[in-house]
């Protein structure tokens, strides 16, 4: 069955650290990747998404993702964490050819910042 | 930048009420969505719609639960019974579909905190 992981439940980082947040898809052909943000108490926002083109996906607020087909991998990255970017982050996968379209999604990471 | 509206945006019901929970998708996207985040859990799929039909639907999506298209605008999630586990975040989404990138456009509303008491 198509999934989605994420391996890291809770990321506690200073400000100014970097950050990667490492997510793995199962394989299944031709796959659409997502990074949505979950502030407190908000609903989910697009950071970024990647369906084709250049595998460096460069998304809102500074964060990138890069796309590892070979790795089935799609990590998000933020160079340097500010104390705003405390929030859960998911990830998610939409498998376009065989699927009617419903998002498959991990099971999130929070990210807290220190100021 | 167009908009997934959800109403209300936190619903409180006694178990067993019925409950309906709104949206209203972006008004050039043909598939519409809902999903559902139990508090501290993952967003999971319930039911996609499109052409006025269900497309496909989850194991969560049981005979509890009802989706409507009533008129050329909303887009309706009924729960007929309403029970203590029902209480989480339900999110609507909409999407429209081109032919040489697949799935596009993928927005998702604010939410609706369903608690069932």
């Known amino acids: 069955a198509q999934s989605v992981s994420q391996h890291n439940h809770h990321v506690i980082l200073s400000e100014a650290a970097s950050l990667e947040l490492g997510c793995n898809y199962s394989y299944g052909g031709t796959v659409n990747l997502f990074w949505y943000v979950q502030y407190p108490g908000q609903h989910l926002q697009l950071l970024l998404k990647?369906?084709?083109?250049?595998?460096l996906v460069k998304g809102i607020k500074g964060f990138e993702a890069e796309f590892i087909k070979s790795k089935f991998s799609f990590n998000l990255r933020k160079p340097s964490v500010q104390w705003s970017d405390t929030a859960e982050y998911f990830c998610a996968a939409l498998w376009p050819g065989g699927s009617q379209g419903n998002l498959i999604f991990g099971k999130g990471t929070k990210l807290s910042v220190k100021p | 930048e167009p908009e997934v509206t959800q109403t209300p945006s936190h619903q409180v019901t006694q178990m067993g009420q019925e409950v309906i929970l709104r949206c209203v998708p972006i008004?050039?996207?043909?598939?519409f969505y809902w999903y559902r985040q139990i508090l501290g859990q993952k967003v999971e799929f319930l039911v996609s719609f499109y052409n006025n039909e269900i497309s496909e639907k989850s194991e969560i999506f049981d005979d509890q639960f009802s989706v409507e298209r009533p008129d050329g605008s909303n887009f309706t999630l009924k729960i007929r019974s309403t029970k203590l586990e029902d209480s989480a975040m339900y999110f609507c989404a909409s999407s429209e579909v081109r032919q040489d990138i697949g799935f596009y456009g993928y927005t998702f509303g604010s939410g609706t905190r369903l608690t069932v008491v």
């Open positions: 990647y369906f084709s083109g250049d595998p």
């Open positions: 008004s050039n996207h043909l598939y």
